[in-house]
C-alpha cells in the first residue's frame, strides 16, 4: 500500500509536469491572433469560462482555434477493478490514442487476461495478452477548445493465449445408468492464437485538465482462431467470450491523461472568408 | 450527450444479461446408444420383430428395464416389439451386461439371454453447452491376445431356457452415431 501511494504521488508529480508545460505553450501564442467575434465571447461565457486562449473580444476579427495534438494513455478500470469482485478474473488493459489528423486519431490497446468460464458442463480457464490497434474518427463537433470526442474506429486484434480444461461433464441423454458426476481434468492447451476485427464505438470527456473518462463498445468478428484438437476456445482474451457464430462483444471504461506533443492552428472556414481582404 | 451515455450503458447491461443461454439442442449428436437390430435366423436379410422385449442391465440399482415407451402404463413402457432397438452404454466403464427378456410378462414363454458387451471409450467435445461426450469402440476378436478380448459375450440365464438369440454378429465395432445398426442379432 505503502509503494502504490509512493507510485501514485509521483505519477502525479510526473503529470504535473506536463501540466505545467501545457499552461507554457499557451501562453506564448501571439494574442493579436486569438481573438473572436463578440457575439461568440458571450457564448463562450455562458457556456464555459474563458481559458487563457480566448481573449477579449476585438470587433471583425478573425477566429483562431488551437488544435492540441498528442498522445493519451489510459488503463480501463472495468477490467482493473472486476478482479476485485469477481474471483474468476484478472485483467488490465492500456489504451492509447494518438492524434493524427483533426478528426483521426491512431488507436491502440494492450491487455491481459485471466478468465475462467463456468459453464453448465465445461470449466476452463483462458490466459494470454492481446494487442489491438486501429483508428478511431471522431465525429463530435467540439465548442471552441473543448476537446470531448465521440468516436467510431475500426479494430485488428491479435490474442496469443492458452486454455486449461478444470472439469467436464459428459453429455448422456439417456442417463439409465446414472448421471456422471463433473470429471476433473488438468488437459492444458499452450500456443493458441485468434485474430479478429472490431466496430469501436466510444466516447471520452475531459474532467479535468487533460484528463479524460471514456467509455466503448465494441462488436467484434472472428477472423482466425486457432482451436485445440479436442476443445474449443470459449474465452479469447481480448475477444472475450465466443459465440457459436464469429460474434464478440466487448466493453471498456477508461481513464487517461493526455500529454499534449504539438499544436495546429485552426481557422473556421465562414471566417476566413471574410478575413482574406484584410490581410 | 447525456442520452448517448445512457444508450450506451443499457446497451452493455442488456448484453452481459443474455450469457446464459446455452442450452444443449437435444439434436445435438451427443454420446450415442448401440443400436442392436433383429433378423430372422432363416433370412438374414429380413427384419424380425421381437416379441414384449424386456432389456434391464445388470447391477442397475432400480432393477427397472430400459424404457422403451415413454406413453406406456408401468408395465408396458418397458417392452419393445419393434425390429431394431437402443441401449445405452456405461459412460463409467469399459463394459456392460443386459438381459434381453423375450416375451416378457408371460410366465410359459418367457426366455432371457444376457449379452455383455466389451469396449473402449473415448471422450470427445461436443459444444459449449453440450460439454463432451463418449464414444465407444467394441473391442475386437482376439481370444489369443493378453488379456483376450470380444466384443461380447452371449450367456443363458441361470433358468437354462436356451437361447432365443441364435446368433449374434457385429456390424459396426465403432459407436459414434445412433444412425447405424453396431450389432445384428438373429432369431
Known amino acids: 500500500m505503502k509503494h502504490t501511494l509512493k507510485y501514485l504521488y509521483s505519477f502525479c508529480l510526473l503529470f504535473s509536469m506536463f501540466l505545467v508545460k501545457a499552461q507554457d505553450t499557451t501562453a506564448t501564442a501571439p494574442p493579436e491572433e486569438i481573438a473572436l467575434k463578440k457575439t461568440k465571447t458571450e457564448a463562450v461565457k455562458t457556456a464555459k469560462t474563458a481559458k487563457p486562449v480566448i481573449q477579449k473580444a476585438v470587433n471583425d476579427s478573425i477566429k483562431i482555434k488551437t488544435d492540441r495534438y498528442g498522445l493519451r494513455v489510459g488503463v480501463d478500470l472495468y477490467k482493473l477493478t472486476r478482479g476485485f469482485y469477481d474471483k474468476d478474473y484478472k485483467g488490465i488493459e492500456v489504451v492509447a490514442d494518438f492524434r493524427l489528423t483533426k478528426k483521426y486519431y491512431l488507436a491502440a490497446e494492450l491487455g491481459f487476461e485471466d478468465k475462467t468460464t463456468d459453464d453448465d458442463r465445461l470449466n476452463s480457464t483462458a490466459t494470454g495478452t492481446y494487442i489491438k490497434g486501429g483508428f478511431d474518427y471522431n465525429f463530435y463537433q467540439n465548442w471552441l477548445d473543448m476537446e470531448n470526442v465521440i468516436t467510431i474506429g475500426l479494430r485488428g486484434g491479435f490474442s496469443t493465449f492458452s486454455q486449461q480444461l478444470n472439469s467436464y461433464k459428459v453429455y448422456n441423454p439417456n442417463p439409465y445408468w446414472g448421471e456422471q458426476p463433473s470429471i476433473i481434468s488438468e488437459r492444458k492447451y499452450d500456443g493458441l492464437t485468434a485474430g479478429w476485427g472490431e466496430v469501436a464505438v466510444g466516447l471520452k470527456a475531459e474532467v479535468f485538465s487533460n484528463f479524460f473518462v471514456g467509455f466503448g463498445v465494441q462488436l467484434k468478428l472472428l477472423v482466425a482462431n486457432k482451436k485445440p484438437d479436442d476443445f474449443d476456445n470459449l474465452y479469447i482474451p481480448g475477444f472475450n467470450r465466443t459465440y457459436d457464430g464469429n460474434f464478440g462483444v466487448g466493453f471498456n471504461y477508461t481513464v487517461s491523461y493526455f500529454i499534449p506533443i504539438f499544436k495546429k492552428k485552426v481557422v473556421t472556414p465562414e471566417i476566413t472568408k471574410k478575413a482574406t481582404p484584410k490581410k | ?187
Not at chain 2, 91 to 101: G, K, W
Not at chain 2, 106 to 126: C, E, K, P, Q, W
Not at chain 2, 139 to 163: E, H
Open chain 2, 1 to 187: 450527450m447525456k442520452k448517448i451515455i445512457s444508450f450506451l450503458l443499457l446497451f452493455t447491461f442488456g448484453l452481459s444479461s443474455c450469457e446464459k443461454d446455452d442450452i444443449c439442442d437435444a439434436d445435438t449428436p451427443t454420446t450415442p446408444r448401440l443400436v442392436i437390430s433383429f433378423y430372422l435366423y432363416k433370412d438374414p436379410q429380413t427384419a424380425a420383430n421381437v416379441k414384449n422385449l424386456k432389456v434391464i442391465g445388470e447391477g442397475v440399482e432400480s432393477g427397472e428395464g430400459i424404457i422403451f415407451n415413454e406413453n406406456g402404463t408401468d408395465v408396458t413402457k418397458y417392452l419393445t416389439n419393434a425390429s431394431t432397438i437402443s441401449i445405452p452404454l456405461r459412460t463409467d466403464a469399459d463394459t456392460v451386461t443386459y438381459s434381453f427378456i423375450l416375451n416378457s410378462g408371460n410366465t410359459i414363454a418367457t426366455n432371457t439371454d444376457i449379452l455383455t458387451f466389451n469396449y473402449s471409450r473415448n471422450t470427445v467435445y461436443v459444444s459449449r453447452a453440450c460439454g463432451f461426450k463418449t464414444t465407444f469402440n467394441l473391442l475386437t476378436n482376439n481370444p489369443a491376445g493378453n488379456p483376450p478380448t470380444t466384443p461380447f459375450v452371449r450367456t443363458d440365464s441361470p433358468a437354462a431356457d436356451g437361447f432365443w438369440m441364435e446368433a449374434v454378429q457385429v456390424i459396426e465395432s465403432n459407436i459414434e452415431s445412433e444412425n447405424e445398426t453396431h450389432i445384428k442379432i438373429l432369431i
